[in-house]
């Protein structure tokens, strides 16, 4: 069967919406009189997230972006994360929010949480979208968390299938054929 043809909705628009708007009122809420703060996104999947989630945000705030992939193929962690594109500006300092799409293995998140710390940011915590909590491989805190999901594949609001269905405006489910 296609895969297109698998597709279901996990999440409708409106509930990530929302969801996303409680974030950021909890980000202001804990942020309230710190000064500016850095959102990180991490390239691809968090690019819809960050946006929407910036925008909410009544905190000034700056954006950078870091590019890490894990997933050679698409489809399947290789538990070996690697830098692809480094932020442009210092953190050295800074109140660092690192904004994911989504924490699967852990992996990802250990490993940018693990370089940031060495550049000694004034504070740094983590924010994600989605979080699979049976599939984590490594132990990870996510201090802003949108949804905890079963383990299934997610694809849409940044989130891709083999690189598909980014742009999908809602999170949803496809099931690959094994
Ligand atoms: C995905 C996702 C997270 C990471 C999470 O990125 O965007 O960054 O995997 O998985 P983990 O917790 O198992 O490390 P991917 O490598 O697929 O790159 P992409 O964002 O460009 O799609």
Redesign the pocket.
């Known amino acids: 069967m296609p895969i297109e043809d698998t597709l279901q909705t996990l999440i409708p628009e409106a509930e990530v919406h929302a969801r996303i708007e409680a974030l950021a009122r909890q980000i202001d809420a804990d942020y309230a009189g710190a000064g500016e703060i850095v959102l990180i996104g991490?390239?691809?999947?968090?690019f819809i997230f960050l946006a929407d989630l910036s925008r909410r945000l009544a905190t000034p705030h700056r954006v950078d972006f870091i590019?890490?992939?894990?997933?050679d193929d698409?489809t399947r962690?290789s538990g070996v994360?690697r830098l692809i594109m480094d932020l442009r500006t210092s953190v050295t300092g800074k109140h660092v929010v690192i904004v994911?799409?989504?924490?699967?293995?852990?992996?990802?998140?250990a490993y940018l949480t693990e370089i940031l710390q060495a550049r000694h940011p004034a504070s740094l915590r983590t924010c994600a979208l989605l979080r699979k909590l049976e599939?984590h491989?490594v132990d990870v805190r996510v201090d802003y968390l949108g949804f905890d999901i079963p383990d299934v594949w997610v694809v849409g609001y940044?989130?891709?299938y083999a690189?598909r269905f980014r742009t999908l405006p809602y999170i949803g489910v496809v099931t690959p054929e094994d």
């Open positions: 991490v390239l691809r999947g968090a590019a890490l992939a894990s997933y698409g962690s994360v994911e799409d989504i924490v699967d293995t852990g992996y990802t998140i599939r491989e940044g989130l891709d690189d």
